[in-house]
Every structure is written in C-alpha cells, then in structure tokens.
C-alpha cells in the first residue's frame, strides 16, 4: 500500500511529531509500502536525516500553509496545526485517515484512526464520527528502528550511577537546556552528555558553561538509542523522548517546556514513573538539581523506575498501529 504522512517541524511545534512520524514511516516502509513524507521543516539537520532515509520520498513545503496531495491509500496527520477542516479535506481527497493527537481539543475526529500513545489518552474525551476507532496508551508508541534494535535487552542498574543525560528536545526555544546543565553543574563524580536537537540555536551559549563534571555537547544525533543504553540517569522534557528513555529502562527526572507536556506529564505521575520536575522555566536550579541527586544517591529507585518504563513501553506499538490499518 501507499501512505502520505504529513507533519512539520518548527520552533513552535518542536521535532517531536516528525520525529515520531519518522518511526511510523519506518515501519511502513519494512512492511514494503510507498512512503511519502510532506513536510514544512525548519531545522535543516533533520530534514537532511529525513531525506537521506531509505525508500522515503520528501517533498518539502516551502510555508506552513502549502500543502500537496499526492495520491495514496493512506495517510498520517500529526500536528495541532492540523484542524478538523484539514482532516476532512484528506478525507474528501480519498484517502484512509490516521490522526496522531495528543489533547482531543477538536470538535470532532473524522478518519479511520485516532492516535494518542500517551498514558493521559484514557482521561481524553475525543468525540469521534461514526466509525472511527481510538487507538490510546502506551501499547501504541512509536519508536524508531534505532531503538527496536535494543528490545529485550537489560539495563543493567547497579550502584553507581555515574553517565548523565540532559536532553530537552529538538528545538528549546527558551535555552532551558543551559539552565538545567547550569543547575547540575557542581556536581562531581559523574560524566555529563548534553543533547541537543536539530533546530536548537543555543549550542554555542551552552558550550560556555563550566562544570565540575567533564561534559560531552551532542547535536543532531543520529543514533539516540546508542546514546540512552550509555546512561546512568537523564534530565528532559515531557515530550516524545520520555518514552524512548522508558524504553531504554533509563531513569529520568522529567519537567515541563510547553503546556502539552502538561498532560504528558501527569500522565507519567499517575504511573509513578520518572521524577516530575515542575516547570523548567519557573523551577530553581536548587529544585533540579535536588531532583537529579534523588536518582543519582537511590539505587532502588532507579531500579523501580527501569523496570517500570520498561514493562510500560514494549516496543511493538507501531506494528500494533499498522496491523490495525491492514485489517480494514
């Protein structure tokens, strides 16, 4: 079969829809079908990672409000930008719908599929047309072949924990990365990997923090995966890669950058997974600091959590979400 899957990347939005999109479009293309990706991206570094995967077919939109519609079986919608008047003119175009959503905000859902692979889904009400089928929680999250590589392999927890992550997203308009690294600065004994993404401006300012603690600044990684399997603990946002780090059994304080993060968020204390953060914006770096030598001095709790994250997240959410659009 053939899919369009439409979803941007800005610093509004973040790379997180993309991203996640980008796992799907993996999957599809394993299964063997024609994958086309219609995207307005603004961070170069990803669209290149886009474009130079194998058997995608990019076509970039030169402005938000552009769009293409190619003929498919199928397509992906991802994006709060995308409305219900968008969705219904997929529809009217032929094609089968999947509709990626994170906060059921639309008046109504019209298409084959909604998706929210988040743990609030189930406190969601999505008012959905006839016919339309909700596919919700953690059993449906999409992680990219770089991670499915790790499925079922142990992480390994023991008492020192020593590698730490900071990773906030693709984007992290407001530099709250240098904020969190300023906040564990002090600390000694541990090893420090910064992450930053494709569309994040503030790599130079973040490189002039000095730390007790030697500090490795990464962007644009292509193999976040790798990366996570080296980690003793992490420090991010509530978007898409609180899941990837579950998945990877990688312990995490976890705080909030933008007001969807806030479902995403409660989602994961309703669980007991990962340490909540607050906002980083109004959060002292006492507070996170604090947070992070929780994790770092609480070996049982760093165990708990693992083990957690990885019962939740299994790694067979995006077949499970293509086997449901192969059965109808």
Same mark, same amino acid.
């Given at each position: 079969?053939? $899919?369009?899957?439409?979803?941007?990347?800005?610093? &509004?939005?973040?790379?997180?829809?993309?991203?996640?999109?980008?796992?799907?479009?993996?999957?599809?293309?394993?299964?063997?079908?024609?994958?086309?990706?219609?995207?307005?991206?603004?961070?170069?570094?990803?669209?290149?990672?886009?474009?130079?995967?194998?058997?995608?077919?990019?076509?970039?939109? &030169?402005?938000?409000? +552009?769009?293409?519609?190619?003929?498919?079986?199928?397509?992906?919608?991802?994006?709060?930008?995308?409305?219900?008047?968008?969705?219904?003119?997929?529809? +009217?175009?032929?094609?089968?719908?999947? !509709?990626?959503?994170?906060?059921?905000?639309?008046?109504?859902?019209?298409?084959?599929? $909604?998706?929210?692979?988040?743990?609030?889904?189930?406190?969601?009400?999505?008012?959905?047309?006839?016919?339309?089928?909700?596919?919700?929680?953690?059993?449906?999250?999409?992680?990219?072949?770089?991670?499915?590589?790790? /499925?079922?392999?142990?992480?390994?927890?023991? +008492?020192?924990?020593?590698?730490?992550?900071?990773?906030?997203?693709?984007?992290?308009?407001?530099?709250?990365?240098?904020?969190?690294?300023?906040?564990?600065?002090?600390?000694?004994?541990?090893?420090?990997?910064?992450?930053?993404?494709?569309?994040?401006?503030?790599?130079?300012?973040?490189?002039?923090?000095?730390?007790?603690?030697?500090? @490795?600044?990464?962007?644009?990684?292509?193999?976040?995966?790798?990366?996570?399997?080296?980690? +003793?603990?992490?420090? @991010?946002?509530?978007? @898409?890669?609180?899941?990837?780090?579950?998945?990877?059994?990688?312990?995490? $304080?976890?705080? /909030?950058?933008?007001?969807?993060?806030?479902?995403?968020?409660?989602?994961?204390?309703?669980?007991?997974?990962? !340490?909540?953060?607050?906002?980083?914006?109004?959060?002292?770096?006492?507070?996170?600091?604090?947070?992070?030598?929780?994790?770092?001095?609480?070996?049982?709790?760093?165990?708990?959590?693992?083990?957690?994250? /990885?019962?939740? $997240?299994?790694?067979?959410?995006?077949?499970?979400?293509?086997?449901?659009?192969?059965?109808?």
């Amino acid at each position: 079969m053939d $899919v369009v899957i439409r979803a941007d990347a800005y610093p &509004e939005i973040g790379t997180g829809h993309l991203m996640r999109c980008m796992a799907l479009g993996q999957s599809f293309k394993d299964r063997g079908w024609r994958v086309v990706f219609i995207t307005y991206c603004e961070a170069a570094g990803l669209l290149g990672r886009l474009t130079s995967e194998d058997g995608f077919n990019v076509i970039p939109l &030169e402005s938000k409000s +552009d769009n293409v519609l190619p003929p498919c079986h199928w397509a992906v919608v991802d994006g709060v930008n995308f409305d219900g008047r968008f969705h219904k003119s997929m529809k +009217d175009a032929g094609y089968k719908l999947l !509709i990626i959503d994170d906060m059921a905000a639309l008046k109504i859902y019209d298409g084959e599929f $909604v998706l929210n692979q988040n743990i609030h889904a189930d406190s969601l009400k999505y008012n959905l047309s006839p016919g339309t089928r909700l596919l919700s929680g953690p059993e449906y999250i999409l992680l990219r072949r770089e991670f499915i590589k790790h /499925r079922g392999v142990e992480k390994l927890i023991t +008492d020192k924990c020593v590698n730490v992550l900071i990773t906030l997203g693709g984007a992290d308009r407001e530099n709250l990365t240098q904020k969190v690294l300023n906040s564990v600065k002090d600390i000694n004994d541990i090893k420090i990997t910064v992450v930053v993404g494709a569309g994040n401006p503030n790599i130079e300012s973040i490189k002039t923090v000095g730390t007790a603690a030697p500090v @490795t600044i990464l962007q644009n990684v292509a193999n976040m995966a790798d990366v996570m399997a080296s980690q +003793d603990a992490a420090v @991010t946002s509530g978007g @898409t890669t609180v899941w990837e780090l579950a998945f990877m059994g990688v312990p995490s $304080v976890v705080g /909030r950058i933008a007001p969807i993060e806030d479902y995403l968020v409660a989602g994961l204390n309703s669980r007991g997974l990962f !340490i909540d953060s607050g906002w980083f914006k109004t959060a002292t770096e006492d507070e996170i600091r604090g947070n992070l030598l929780k994790l770092l001095t609480n070996m049982k709790l760093r165990k708990e959590m693992s083990a957690l994250g /990885r019962r939740l $997240v299994d790694g067979f959410g995006r077949d499970r979400v293509i086997e449901a659009m192969e059965a109808i």
